[in-house]
């Protein structure tokens, strides 16, 4: 494990204690995920645009080609 140091201002400070209580965890394990959850966030978005820019053009919308034309599910039409 290691030790990190932040100052943080009050106001933040005193929003992230609040939300932290809310949620039943400490300060130290809100912010340890809110910093997992945003570094797999990135590696997520790294990982999706190597992997696009493997593919070749117009594969995407050929697999999209296949999927069948159907009317959407009562509250699924979108605007």
């Known amino acids: 494990m290691t ?6 201002p009050d106001s933040l400070h005193r929003h ?9 965890v400490s300060i130290n394990a809100f912010i340890t995920t ?13 990982l999706i ?3 696009a820019s493997a593919e070749r ?3 995407f919308t050929a697999v999209l080609d296949r999927v ?5 599910l009562a509250g699924d039409e979108g605007d």
């Not at 992230?16 to 039943?24: H, K």
């Open 3 to 8: 030790n990190v140091h932040i100052t943080l």
């Open 16 to 24: 992230l204690r609040e939300i932290a209580r809310s949620d039943g």
């Open 34 to 46: 809110a910093i997992a959850e945003k570094v797999s966030a990135l590696a997520t978005e790294v």
């Open 49 to 51: 645009s190597t992997r």
């Open 57 to 59: 053009p117009g594969a």
């Open 68 to 72: 069948p034309r159907r009317r959407p």
